[in-house]
């Protein structure tokens, strides 16, 4: 198992940068392949970005590409994301997640997941 905690979220203007940091337990953090999603209330799951175990696969939705760039770091069990360029519709909670073997953009392919860090973009 592994326990995931975000943070880095906060109020930004348009135009702006944040970056998002994972914290991950458990001694086997480079065996899972880990993705940040975003979910607005009363909206579904959306997925953002994901990335392999040793970051040789790296994937993200059409609406960040450009923008949004995911990173992970195993010797610190941590996964990040650097977003620019923000836009108000980015405005959301941000989650990480994690899951066995294959990098996957479904929420529902994922195992693990944090509790969520707010992401508010004023325009």
């Known amino acids: 198992q592994v326990q995931l905690v975000e943070s880095g979220g906060g109020l930004v203007q348009a135009g702006g940068s944040l970056r998002l940091s994972c914290a991950a337990s458990?001694?086997?953090?480079?065996?899972?392949?880990m993705g940040w999603f975003r979910q607005a209330p009363g909206k579904e799951r959306e997925y953002v970005a994901a990335?392999?175990?040793?970051?040789?696969?790296?994937n993200y939705a059409d609406s960040v590409k450009g923008r949004f760039t995911i990173s992970r770091d195993n010797a610190k069990n941590a996964v990040y994301l650097q977003m620019v360029w923000l836009h108000s519709e980015d405005t959301d909670v941000y989650y990480c997640?994690?899951?066995?073997?294959?990098?996957?953009?479904?929420?529902?392919?994922?195992?693990?997941w944090g509790q969520g860090t707010q992401v508010t973009v004023s325009s």
């Open positions: 997640a994690a899951r066995r073997y294959f990098v996957r953009v479904s929420s529902q392919d994922y195992d693990y």
């Open positions: 458990g001694r086997t953090f480079s065996t899972y392949v």
């Open positions: 990335i392999s175990h040793g970051s040789i696969q790296i």
